[in-house]
C-alpha cells in the first residue's frame, strides 16, 4: 500500500476530488495548510502599505491506496492540480506497512 501526500492550490480541489473519484478511489483527508516553496510568497499592498505573505494558503490531500492503484492516482492529481504556474504543489508517495480499520478491526486492503 502506498501513501499519498498531494500539496495542492486550494481552488484546484474539486477537481482533484473528482478525478480520484473517477479512479473509484474513495475515502481522502483535507488539511488546510500554509506554505511555501520556490516562489517564496509575494507582497501585497493593503491600505497603502506593502508587506510580505511568506506563507500562501494550500490544501494537503492525504489518500492511502493499494500498490496498483498508486500510480493511476498520483497521474489524476497531476492531471487535475497542474495550471502551469509556479506554485502548482508537490506529491509525496511512501510506503504503509499496515492499515487497521478501528470500527471493525480488519487490516490490510480492506481496510481501505
Given amino acids: 500500500m502506498k501513501k499519498i501526500e498531494a500539496i495542492i492550490k486550494p481552488f484546484k480541489l474539486d477537481e482533484v476530488k473528482e478525478a ?10 483535507i488539511i488546510e495548510a ?11 499592498l493593503y491600505r497603502g502599505a506593502e508587506y ?9 490531500i492525504e489518500l492511502v491506496v493499494n500498490d ?5 492516482a ?3 492529481i497531476v492531471q487535475a492540480a497542474r495550471t502551469g504556474r ?12 499496515e ?6 478491526g480488519e487490516t490490510g486492503a480492506v481496510a481501505i
Fill in 68 to 72: 496498483d492503484q498508486a500510480e493511476a
Fill in 99 to 104: 492499515v487497521i480499520r478501528i470500527r471493525t
Fill in 34 to 44: 500554509k506554505g511555501f516553496g520556490r516562489q517564496k510568497g509575494h507582497t501585497e
Fill in 20 to 29: 480520484l473519484q473517477e479512479l473509484g478511489l474513495q475515502g481522502m483527508t
Fill in 86 to 97: 509556479i506554485g502548482d504543489g508537490k506529491i509525496f508517495v511512501s510506503d504503509i506497512a
Fill in 52 to 60: 510580505v505573505v511568506d506563507f500562501l494558503p494550500k490544501l494537503k
Fill in 74 to 76: 498520483i497521474d489524476a
